[in-house]
C-alpha cells in the first residue's frame, strides 16, 4: 500500500518567515496530493490540493508543488501569521473509479507549526 | 448546507455498553468515511461507503458497525469496545465527479471508552 513521509515534525518560525513541508510517497499510482490544516481541536481543513497533471498550484500564501519523478511534493507559506499556526497534513490518494468513485487518503505524520508574534 | 455534522461531540462509554455516532451531510455526496485519530497522529481510515455500499473496511474490529441507511446519513456502532479506542471518530464526505477526491472532514466524535 502506499506510505507518505512528512518532514520536518515541528517548524517554529517567526512571523514574516516562509514555512516549508516536504512529503514523499511510495505509490506511483497516486495522482491526488491534499494538505490539511488541523487546529487543536478542530476537524481537519483542506487547504489546497495538487492533481499529478499539474507541478505547481498557489492559493494566496499557499503554494504546493509537485515532483512526480521523485516521488515529492512540498507546502509553502509566505508571510506567516500567528493564526497559521496549527498541524499540517500532506496525504496522497489515487481515485477508485468505475462508478463507484473515491478516495483513498494515506496521510503523513504531520507537522507541528508554531508561527511566533 | 455545506458541511458535515456529527453527533455527539462527546461520548464517554463502558466496556459493556452499546451506543452509536452518526454523520450527516447535505451537499449531495456519495462517498462517504469514517477516520479514527489519536492524539498527535494523523487520520486513520476505517471505512468508505460509495452510494450507499461498503467499499473499503481496512480490518477493523467486528465491535466497530458501520451503516449507511441514505445518503446523506453515515452511523457507526459501537459495541463491547476497549479503553485503547478512545479517539477522536472523524466523518467526511467526497463528491462525485471530477472532485471526487477532495474529503471534507466533520468535527469528530471524542471518544472515552472507560
Same mark, same amino acid.
Given at each position: 500500500?502506499?506510505?507518505?513521509?512528512?518532514?520536518?515534525?515541528?517548524?517554529?518560525?517567526?512571523?514574516?518567515?516562509?514555512?516549508?513541508?516536504?512529503?514523499?510517497?511510495?505509490?506511483?499510482?497516486?495522482?491526488?496530493?491534499?494538505?490539511?490544516?488541523?487546529?487543536?481541536?478542530?476537524?481537519?481543513?483542506?487547504?489546497?490540493?495538487?492533481?499529478?497533471?499539474?507541478?505547481?498550484?498557489?492559493?494566496?500564501?499557499?503554494?504546493?508543488?509537485?515532483?512526480?519523478?521523485?516521488?515529492?511534493?512540498?507546502?509553502?507559506?509566505?508571510?506567516?501569521?500567528?493564526?497559521?499556526?496549527?498541524?499540517?497534513?500532506?496525504?496522497?490518494?489515487?481515485?477508485?473509479?468505475?462508478?463507484?468513485?473515491?478516495?483513498?487518503?494515506?496521510?503523513?505524520?504531520?507537522?507541528?507549526?508554531?508561527?511566533?508574534? | 448546507?455545506?458541511?458535515?455534522?456529527?453527533?455527539?461531540?462527546?461520548?464517554?462509554?463502558?466496556?459493556?455498553?452499546?451506543?452509536?455516532?452518526?454523520?450527516?451531510?447535505?451537499?449531495?455526496?456519495?462517498?462517504?468515511?469514517?477516520?479514527?485519530?489519536?492524539?498527535?497522529?494523523?487520520?486513520?481510515?476505517?471505512?468508505?461507503?460509495? /452510494?450507499?455500499?461498503? *467499499?473499503?473496511?481496512?480490518?477493523?474490529? !467486528?465491535?466497530?458497525?458501520?451503516?449507511? #441507511?441514505?445518503?446523506? &446519513?453515515?452511523?457507526?456502532?459501537?459495541?463491547?469496545?476497549?479503553?485503547?479506542?478512545?479517539?477522536? /471518530?472523524?466523518?467526511? *464526505?467526497?463528491?462525485?465527479?471530477?472532485? !471526487?477526491?477532495?474529503?471534507?472532514?466533520? #468535527?469528530?466524535?471524542? &471518544?472515552?471508552?472507560?
Amino acid at each position: 500500500g502506499e506510505n507518505v513521509e512528512q518532514h520536518p515534525s515541528t517548524l517554529s518560525v517567526q512571523e514574516g518567515d516562509s514555512a516549508v513541508i516536504k512529503c514523499t510517497y511510495s505509490d506511483s499510482a497516486s495522482n491526488y496530493f491534499p494538505w490539511y490544516k488541523q487546529e487543536l481541536g478542530k476537524r481537519p481543513q483542506l487547504i489546497i490540493d495538487i492533481r499529478s497533471n499539474v507541478g505547481e498550484k498557489k492559493d494566496q500564501r499557499i503554494a504546493v508543488t509537485l515532483n512526480k519523478t521523485a516521488k515529492h511534493f512540498s507546502l509553502h507559506i509566505t508571510e506567516t501569521q500567528p493564526e497559521d499556526s496549527a498541524v499540517y497534513f500532506c496525504a496522497a490518494s489515487r481515485l477508485y473509479a468505475g462508478g463507484t468513485s473515491y478516495g483513498k487518503l494515506t496521510f503523513g505524520q504531520g507537522t507541528i507549526l508554531t508561527v511566533h508574534p | 448546507d455545506t458541511e458535515v455534522t456529527q453527533t455527539p461531540k462527546h461520548l464517554v462509554m463502558g466496556m459493556t455498553n452499546k451506543k452509536s455516532l452518526k454523520c450527516e451531510q447535505h451537499m449531495g455526496h456519495r462517498a462517504m468515511y469514517w477516520y479514527k485519530q489519536k492524539a498527535k497522529k494523523p487520520p486513520e481510515l476505517m471505512f468508505v461507503y460509495s /452510494y450507499e455500499k461498503l *467499499s473499503i473496511n481496512e480490518s477493523v474490529p !467486528s465491535r466497530f458497525s458501520p451503516e449507511c #441507511p441514505n445518503s446523506s &446519513l453515515l452511523n457507526l456502532h459501537l459495541h463491547a469496545l476497549q479503553p485503547e479506542d478512545s479517539a477522536l /471518530y472523524l466523518c467526511a *464526505s467526497s463528491p462525485i465527479g471530477a472532485s !471526487s477526491y477532495e474529503q471534507y472532514f466533520g #468535527p469528530g466524535t471524542r &471518544l472515552t471508552v472507560t
